[in-house]
């Protein structure tokens, strides 16, 4: 099969040469290379034209309008039988392509996705943003990335769809936020079918400070329930557990103030993820970040969701404020 790998990216130079190299590197070579820049102020121009003569790549420039559509304009300049979209903070390892060809080959699938890991070069808190991304303690337990799951859902930081099911739903919507998501409920509508390809994984680099995976993770939790509104039944129990997390959290935190053994649950809490990140981390400074990050993510996908369905209950507002702002900033 010819595979279309695309990448959208806006202000992120130096991250699309760490992929192209990591692209070039790559042991399976049916493939082209599409880069679109997403009306950048710092454009990736010259970095690209450093691998011209060395990959099968494409590279085109528009008005910003957000990941998603970006990816369409990609798409629609692309001739392969899989759409791979990959996020321009993303390196692959050399084997990635022919794990997709074998999987593809082994079983037919529609659409698929892979996990992430955290690269040695990778920051500190990068690295605990990545450990909080996959824990079992945090929403990376509840993800949709096991096995077992009846449904995989692809993040599109490392997705493949066949073009002609991509073509089919009309691509992303033009949502800045769980895009990806709203991409994947309507292929499973049309009775197209998902699968993880467990070791199609990239090196994903995420956000670079907690303030950042906030805003990020904030947004997430905004996008579930303007998702639970486009399609209705979507939203399961599973989504509602940050939400109850923050709401019980903060009730014990209040609660020892009177009563001071409350405050034993989210120490306990800490603790798990404490020894949980000392395990897969080993270090204890990314581990002890583990735990910042864990109370992160939580707390801001469990305010975001928070925050949108008081605005859609009390208010009778979408929440459609957040998908508009700037994705990247």
Not at 304 to 327: D, E, I, S
Request: charged share 20%.
């Amino acid at each position: 099969m010819f595979y279309s790998v695309i990448i959208p990216v806006y202000n992120r130079p130096d991250e699309v040469d760490e992929l192209l190299q990591s692209l070039l590197r790559q042991t399976f070579h049916g493939f082209e290379v599409i880069v679109v820049e997403d009306g950048s102020s710092l454009p990736s121009d010259k970095v690209v034209e450093k691998y011209a003569g060395q990959l099968n790549l494409r590279y085109y420039s528009k008005p910003n309008t957000g990941p998603g559509l970006t990816r369409n304009f990609g798409a629609d300049k692309a001739e392969g039988d899989f759409f791979i979209f990959l996020d321009s903070d993303c390196i692959v390892p050399p084997s990635y392509l022919k794990i997709v060809e074998d999987e593809l080959l082994k079983s037919k699938v529609d659409f698929f996705g892979g996990p992430d890991a955290t690269h040695p070069s990778f920051s500190n808190v990068q690295k605990a943003i990545g450990y909080s991304m996959t824990s079992f303690f945090t929403t990376g337990g509840i993800r949709g990335g096991k096995l077992k799951l009846e449904r995989f859902i692809p993040r599109s930081f490392n997705m493949g769809v066949k073009a002609s099911a991509f073509h089919e739903v009309g691509g992303f919507a033009a949502m800045r936020f769980g895009e990806d998501v709203d991409l994947s409920l309507r292929l499973f509508e049309k009775g197209y079918v998902s699968r993880l390809f467990p070791d199609a994984f990239v090196y994903h680099k995420r956000r670079t400070d907690f303030r950042k995976f906030f805003k990020q993770v904030f947004n997430s939790g905004m996008a579930r329930i303007n998702l639970s509104l486009l399609h209705p039944g979507s939203l399961k129990l599973v989504h509602l557990l940050p939400a109850a997390f923050v709401v019980a959290m903060s009730g014990m935190v209040l609660l020892s103030v009177v009563y001071p053994f409350f405050i034993l649950v989210p120490l306990f809490y800490s603790l798990c993820l404490l020894l949980d990140s000392l395990v897969k981390c080993n270090t204890l400074r990314v581990s002890l970040l583990g735990v910042v990050a864990g109370w992160v993510q939580l707390y801001g996908y469990g305010l975001g969701f928070l925050y949108a369905l008081w605005l859609w209950l009390v208010h009778g507002q979408r929440p459609q404020g957040a998908f508009m702002r700037n994705f990247y900033r």
